[in-house]
């Protein structure tokens, strides 16, 4: 079993090599003028499809009234719509148009292939081995 020392530097290694990827990974981002936090909303309805204004909230982890600025600023520029629900009327929804898709869509594109670009001077072996870590990594940031 690692000692503790062993453990804290994993951890304090990862978390520098992690905030350096990510803020490589941002830095590949088109200028679209939007935040990370309505990125964030893009993305989580392209994912998980239509949602209420609290569903969003509480997915995102921020309070109502900061996600009422957020899909405001969103829906002025086209990214989202709001539809009533087929279910039940008084409920709306709100959803990412096809524009927000296409603008989303290009982010992602962009970013993979800059990463992919990264993968290529890597060797085989330590592409393998970023594909069995991958999902490790996706579980440390689901807990």
Do not use: C, N, Y
Request: charged residues 30%; proline residues 3%.
């Amino acid at each position: 079993m690692p000692s503790t020392v062993a453990t804290t530097e994993l951890a304090s290694e990862l978390r520098v090599s992690l905030m350096r990827l990510a803020r490589r990974l941002r830095a590949e981002r088109p200028d679209a003028g939007l935040t990370l936090t309505q990125l964030s909303v893009l993305g989580t309805l392209d994912r998980h499809g239509g949602m209420t204004l609290g569903e969003l909230a509480a997915h995102e982890k921020v309070r109502p009234p900061s996600m009422t600025r957020t899909t405001a600023a969103l829906e002025e520029r086209g990214l989202i719509t709001r539809v009533s629900s087929a279910a039940d009327r008084r409920r709306v929804l709100i959803e990412i148009s096809v524009d927000g898709l296409a603008l989303l869509r290009e982010d992602r594109k962009r970013r993979e292939a800059w990463l992919a670009g990264r993968f290529e001077q890597l060797t085989a072996d330590e592409r393998a081995l970023l594909h069995a870590v991958a999902p490790l990594l996706d579980r440390l940031a689901q807990s």
